[in-house]
């Protein structure tokens, strides 16, 4: 399971929030050869905000491409389910070199965000454990910084529109 070149990919910004893939990027999951098409669009989604950081850009905008790909393209064709297309998401990562937390915090991630999408609750419950053990923890140690920073952050606003 690998991508194929080009790589990394090359991404065109269109919008504001949105990004379009210059040339088609190929996957291999296995058998299945997986073409991502010149002009599939992104914004990013499939990386979770909080998650950013820990992604090199080069991994997050294959895997965010693939992924977006996946559920936006494969899943509403009947092609895949959207558990497929998140475990995809984690054997991509993997075979970009992410290291397993990151990976499996990334495929947690996206299986609790299929429970918003039409049919994401289909066999669900499969994976509910796993991820949730994944999430709750990840969820507390992010939660952190954030408790801690917030007055920080306020005490800085304050600052900027007291010194206008």
């Known amino acids: 399971m690998a991508f194929e070149s080009p790589f990394p990919p090359a991404v065109s910004q269109v919008g504001r929030r ?3 893939l210059i040339e088609a990027m190929t996957y291999h999951d296995g058998d299945r050869v997986i073409v991502v098409p010149a002009g599939q669009r992104t914004d990013w989604a499939s990386v979770p905000v909080v998650l950013r ?6 991994t ?3 895997g965010a491409l693939l992924h977006d790909h996946l559920w936006r393209v494969r899943v509403p064709a ?3 389910t959207y558990r497929d297309a998140d475990r995809i ?3 991509a990562l993997r075979s970009l070199g992410v290291d397993r937390f ?3 915090t990334m495929w947690a991630s996206v299986r609790l965000g299929a429970l918003t999408r039409p049919g994401g609750w289909r066999g669900w419950w499969r994976d509910a454990l796993p991820a949730l053990g994944i999430m709750v923890p990840v969820s507390a140690l992010l ?3 954030t408790v801690v920073g917030a ?7 304050a600052l900027k529109r007291l010194t206008r």
């Open 89 to 91: 998401l984690r054997e």
């Open 18 to 20: 949105d990004w379009e």
């Open 102 to 104: 990151t990976a499996w």
């Open 60 to 62: 997050g905008t294959a």
């Open 143 to 145: 939660a952190v910084p």
């Open 53 to 58: 950081w820990a992604l090199d850009p080069l």
């Open 78 to 80: 009947g092609e895949l």
């Open 151 to 157: 007055p920080f952050l306020a005490a800085i606003w």
